[in-house]
Structures are given as C-alpha cells and as structure tokens.
C-alpha cells in the first residue's frame, strides 16, 4: 500500500459539456464483432444496472455471465422504486430541458456531484423512456395515447414518468426480459443464489471473483476480462431501512478491501416518509410514496408530549412546521430538509404517536377541499397500504411518519468511464457515488441505474475491452490468485464458525444500526461522530468474540448474514470516519457544527468541494482519504435555500 | 398496540430436496399483532439460533410485497389467509392467541424444495426466457410517444405486467399450473402495439416450455386468481387460450 494521499483524475473530457459524451465515445476503442465472444465479463447484481448491462454487452456479442444472491435477477432491488423515472422530454411544454435536469440534479446534490456525468446522466434520460417503451413497459398513459407525466420531489416542472406506483419494478422486468432473452439464446450464463465473497486481482487488473453458491455451500472461481459491480446500494448499515434485505454493501465492501477506493460513504439519504418504528422486532420500514406530500400537510401538536386525539387538536394548537419554516416549499420541501425538520419536532418533544418519535401527515384539509373521491382516486392504494400495516385509517386518523435510511449517494469510486481505479472494475448504479453527490433527488435512481446499464457500461466497458485487446494477459480460473481467494474466502467462514459465542448475526447488526441511525444519520456533530467509531469499533470487537452462528456450512440464512453483517460492520465505521472528515454541512450529510446563523446546512466550497475516496489499509490500519476536485465550469455552485 | 398471542406452529422442514422432509412443532410467544408474518418467523429463527438450532429456511427480500420472494403456505392457503397480500404484507393480527398454524413450501412439481420453506422457482424464468419479452436490442428504439396506446389498453397491460411473479398461482392449483403466470404476461405484451409482432411466435413457445416443465393443465378451478396477491383475473388465461388457438387454426395471412 502507498500510504500517500492521492488526487485522483476521474478523466473527465475537456471542451465543451454537450458533446463531451459523444466525443468521449469516439475516443474509445471498439472490438472487432468476431473478436467479442473472445471476451468475457463478469457482472454481478442483476437489477437495472448490472441486468440492463448484461443484455446490453450480450447483445454485442460478447460472453457474459450474470449473477444475483436472490433466486431470481427479477427480484433485485430496482423493483421496490415506486414513484418514477426522470427524463427531459418536455411532453408537457412546461419549459424543462436536458440543460435544466442537469441543473437540478447537481444543485439538488449540493454540488458534490460530478459535472460532466451529470450532464451526461440527463442527456441518456430521454433514451431510457424510448428503452423501456420499446421494451414493453406499459406506463401510465393519457386518454389520447400519450405518455402521462407528473411532477415528482419537489420538482417545478413534471419530468416523472410512472407505471402507476410501480416504476422500478415495471422498468425492472422491461430489464430482466431482456436479460432473459439473452440467457436463452446461451449468451449470458445465468447464476443465481450465488454470493461475491471475494474480487480476485491479477497483476492490478480485476479478472474474477470467488463466490459461494447459496444452496450448496459450494465455493467456485469465476474468471473473465472485466467484473461489472451493480450490487446496489448499502442501507441495511442502519438496519432498519426501507431496503431489501439484501441491500447490504458486503460485495462493494469486499472490493474496497482487495483496494477500490470508496467515495463519499457518508452520503446517505434519510427518507422523510416512512412507517414509524412500531416494535424491536421490526425487520423493515415501508416507504410511504413523497407524493403524499403534494396533498398532506405535516404538523404536530404545539404543547409537548400532548396525547390527545389529533383530530380534537384545534388548527391554533398545530405547527405546521415545514410551512412555517420554508413558507415557499413549504410540505414540498426536499428530502433532507424535510427529514431533519421532522427529527427537530421529534427530538424538541412534539412527537406524536404511542412511542412519541413520529409526526403527522394530515390529509383532513385535502379531503375537505378536493372531496373524499378525489383523493381516494390519487392515493387509495397507499391508503390501503398505511391501512393494512398500522391498522388506522388516513382517511380518519392522519398518517404517523417518521424519516428512514432510503439511499446511498456514496459507493465505490469510478472514473467517467464507470471504472474503479483498480483497471477492469467497473461499478453501475447505486452501487458508485457517481451522480447523486449529497443527496439524490426523487425518480432520479431509476434514471442512474437505468442509464449506467443500458448506456454508459455497455459503452465503456466495450472501450475498456478494445483497449486492451491484443495485450491482455491470458487468465484462467488455474491462476494462483484463484487459489489464494479461495482459501481467504474458507478462512473467513470457519474463523466465524468457530466463533461459538452466544449473539446471533442480527442482534450485531441491529446494534450497529441503532448506532448507525442515532450518530450517522440526519443530524451529525463531531462528538456522536468519534462516539459512532468507538461504539463501532466495539461491535466488532465483540462480533468476532461473541458472534453465534446455527447451521451448517451448506444453505444457511445464518452464516449468510454473519458474512455480511462482518463487512456491514466495517462499511459503517468507514462511513462515520467519512462523515467525521467532512467538516461542513452539504446536502444530506448535515454537521450541526456547520451551520449558518439561521441553523440551515453551510457548505464550504473552498475546503471540501470534492469527492473523498477511502483506501483500505489493512483491518486495524486507519484508511487513507484520497481526494477528487470538483471542478464546475458550467453552472457556479450556488446556496441551496428553499426557504 | 394489540395484546400478545402465544401460537403454535407446524412447519415443513427439510435438510435438502433429495431428504424426505415431515412437519416439527415450535411454540411462539410474545407475537404482537403488529408484527408481519415473516417478523414472526424471524423471532422464532432468533431463538432457534440461540438453542443452536437449525433456523428455518425461507425466501425474502423485499417484505414490501414487491420483490415475490416471500412464498409459504399458511394453513393450505397460499400467501395466508388475507386477499391480495404476499406473505411478508400479512400481520399477525390476522391470527388469535392459541391459534395453531400450518406452515409449508409451495407445492408444485416444479419447484422442487430447496431447503424447508424454499422451493427453486426458475421454472418461471424459463418461461420467460421462452419467449416473455419483446425481441428488441439496446440502443436505437424510437422516440416514446410515436407510438400512442390507448389508456385502457395500457391500464390492461399494466394490471397483467404486476405480477411478481411469486408461484402462488401454481402453488394454489391442484393441477398446480401456470396458466395465470404465462397469461399474464403474454397478455400484457400482446395488447401493446410494440409486443403485438410477436405475440404468436411467443404463445406458443411459453405454452411448451410451460408443459415441458411439469406444470399441470388449467381445468378452471379459478384458485390462482383466488391466490394471486397482485389480483391478476383469470380472464388473461382465457385471453391466452383464445390467442393460443389462434395461432393453430389459421395461418398469419
Ligand atoms: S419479501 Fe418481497 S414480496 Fe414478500
């Protein structure tokens, strides 16, 4: 390891920022058509990313084999997206453009963001609609034939496209189909059930991984040209999130411990609405869509602890806190904003409900304006939902809601190419921090993960392929790298085997996510912060102590989350360490020692305008932060206020 | 929040799908009604891991009933008792203190159990695979809004595109089936203009691959629309049977 503070270069194209994808892609190197089965990629995760870039680099020609942990590539997380997808067509004239997405999306980051990707991101936008139309997926539509849009997160114009509140998992299938297609016709070698437990590097190149097969138990070398990581993002650091359960951040984990940087882990979005915490047992949130929020008005009771019936509290006896405090946005305030207003109320002693730590989302006002119909019409489906979860009805009892860990900004770092500073790595979708910056903006995910597998990884990675053609090292799975990982991979399961201690895997992971939520989550100080790496440091400690694990070495949900709950433990202190650097407020990562007179986020441009990427230094060696400078010469970063 | 129950259980173990597997009792207590089944199962996990014990195996991702991993019977009925919900959207509180609760895999020829309560459903994948999409490539489709469809037409295919594709269909047939799985989707491509072309070349090929994989034939039972937690109508499987002969009685011109 170099033990030397690095500025990385993410070869973002000079000249002007229109054309620079196109000119980029000129740049890069192609593949003869009868040379592409000679070549090999390996991607693993199968949602819009890695699915959509499997079809995509098998439609090419060349040799790709797919994996996915879960018993389907048509259950990956993409599919939980409800709202929609973002793109700058314009269909409603409403004066929006490719220029003004761009703009949004990197404002929307708190210009932490890359530019040029940026641009690029909502130049593909529009494609994606063409994609997934082509592809099938039946969006919602109006009476003349058209596609319907509407406007979504806080957003002036409407830009979202919806398959009513199933977006992702439309788009997702549209992806899988394709997929599917491709294994059919034998060019894509499809593994499910099987898990990365190890990236395997010969001579500063990616070219395979060891996986262990989830029904067997079985360990198997996996060997191609390029690996493509799409695993997702990393919530389930908090425990409790509205992820699957499977959006765990081991696979990116396990790479950033054979060397790939990771790049602003502390960047995490809080949902501002989500189902409260309703017991210790919960293994999940659900999310209530942000569209609710077009209607509902938040507010709790002005007096403390007050638990009367909310529909007894007279209007004067109400705060309206977001209208209040952001008289323009007011309910439409963005996520982080809105998540940290509510955890002010909750935390000033104004929480409602039996545990006290949730407001209200009321829609007594809507109904009475717009009649019971109308609003049954818009959110019935979600009412349902509330209805069927919490037992209450919103039509007569306002919502109780509460902020939850929703999605990862930050991830493995990548160059424009989605390339990781390790050479044939390539990370897609939620998996890298490319676009988001500090905070992601509502229907932009299905639009990164879609645009990275359908039109930037097939691209890159072909270039990436071309360039190396005549002088890439033959490996195969006899390589002794192959050997070495194989035994890392054993040792790791029977070192937490023979731990033989007395706490289950999940009792470790919901106390790193109790600590993870109430020091690493909506509001930050320095103090929780160096509190987080203690409490943190001691959870693994006491982990590889205390750790019990039931079963055998063959399908074992238990040794299954004992694996990951290991790498979960390490993402969550870098995570920590990164939000601890990071000395000022921007976007979601709020520091309350980082504020302006009015309490409101205080970025600093002139200290931290870039992207921090972590190096692994061994297990009890601190990691270096290595830095990327933002450089924005199309839009001055301007003050986020919304007030 | 509602009172505790204590519930006994009846669940399906099975080492492997090559072991012969048979039903153990476990009792639960302190279940809240607030809980989701799947918490439930998890709480009985944690103490069995605890004892040392095996936990039982069981598909889940998503618990938002979205993803169709989640996948038991409860009590013989698919998904449990509640009408349009996944196992892991249904709450404890649909149950009593003192109620005893049979829990077992799908049961389909072909999805094999994998482990207690997880069955392999790539069976549905290769249905799919036989032709469930439309023959189009990356790159060049052209512009969205060329193409206008109809709203009901589009709200037609979008009821059909909601499957998750979970098995409870087969799962709920006593012949168990697949007609509700392959109807959905070949309705749902059929009806767009964009899936239309192809729409008899893939009938045909998912109706084989359906029989080839020893799903049973549709004698109109009507179980799987009764299963099916996303409330898919039977009226795609006649739709497809409609379109299926199509395809043998006359020729494309
Ligand atoms: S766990 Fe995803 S549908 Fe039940």
Known sequence: MSGEIKKLDSKQPDGPIETAWDRHRFSLKLVNPANRRKRKVLVVGTGLAGGGSAAGLAELGYQVEAFTILDSPRRSHSIAAQGGVNAAKNYPNDNDSIWRLFYDTLKGGDFRGNEKSTYRLAQCANSIIDQAVAQGVPFTREYAGTLANRSFGGVQVSRTFYARGQTGQQLLLGVYQSLMKEVGKGKVKLHTRKELLELIIVNGRARGIITRDLVTGELEKHYGDAVIIATGGFCKTYYLSTNAMASNGAAQTRCWKKGAYMANPCMTQIHPTSLPVMGAYMAKQTLMSEALRNDGRIWVPKKKEDKRDPNTIPDDERDYFLERRYPSFGNLAPRDITSRAIKQAVDGGNGVGPTGVAVYLDFKDAIERDGYDKIKDKYGNLFDMYKHIVNESPYETPMRIYPTAHFTMGGLWVDYNLQSNIKGLFVGGESSYEYHGANRLGANSLMSAMTDGAFVLPVTVAGYLGETFATLEKVDDTHEEFDIGMKVVQGRIERLMNIKGTRTPDQFHRALGKVMFDNVGIERTEKKLIEAIESIKNIKKEFYADLMLAGDEKMNNELEKALRVEDTIDLGLLMARDALERRESCGAHYRMDFVDEDGEAQRDDENFQHVAAWEYQGDDTEPLRHIEELVFNSIQPSKRSYK | ?253
């Not at chain 2, 159990?113 to 392999?120: M, N």
């Not at chain 2, 109807?183 to 729409?199: R, W």
Request: aromatic share 6%; glycine share 8%.
């Open chain 2, 1 to 253: 929040m509602s009172d505790e129950m204590t519930l006994y259980l009846q669940v399906w173990r099975q080492k492997d799908s090559k072991s012969k597997g048979g039903f153990q009792n476990y009792k639960v207590e302190n279940v809240s009604g607030d809980m989701s089944f799947l918490e439930m199962l998890d709480m009985l996990n944690e103490n069995l891991a605890r004892e040392g014990k095996d936990p039982i195996q069981y598909d889940h991702d998503c618990r938002e009933g979205i993803c169709g991993a989640c996948s038991c019977m409860i009590n013989g009925e698919a998904h449990g008792p509640g009408k349009k919900t996944t196992t892991c959207e249904m709450h404890m509180r649909h149950f009593n203190d003192g109620d005893a609760i049979i829990i077992e895999p799908w049961r389909a020829k072909a999805f094999p159990v994998l482990k207690d309560l997880a069955v392999d459903r790539s069976a549905y994948d290769k249905i799919i695979m036989a032709g469930g999409f439309i023959e189009v490539k990356y790159g060049n489709a052209p512009e969205a809004n060329s193409m206008m469809v109809g709203k009901e037409v589009a709200d037609f295919a979008m009821d059909n595109a909601a499957c998750i594709g979970c098995g409870a269909c087969a799962a709920a047939c006593p012949n168990a089936s697949a007609m509700l799985f392959t109807a959905a989707k070949t309705t749902q491509l059929s009806l767009l203009p964009q899936g239309k072309v192809e729409s008899k070349k893939r009938v045909q090929s998912m109706i084989k691959k359906m029989d080839e994989l020893g799903f049973g034939n549709c004698t109109n039972e009507r179980l799987c629309e009764a299963a099916c937690p996303k409330g898919i109508s039977i009226i795609s499987i006649a739709r497809m049977n409609r379109e299926y002969m199509g395809t043998l009685l006359k020729s494309d011109y």
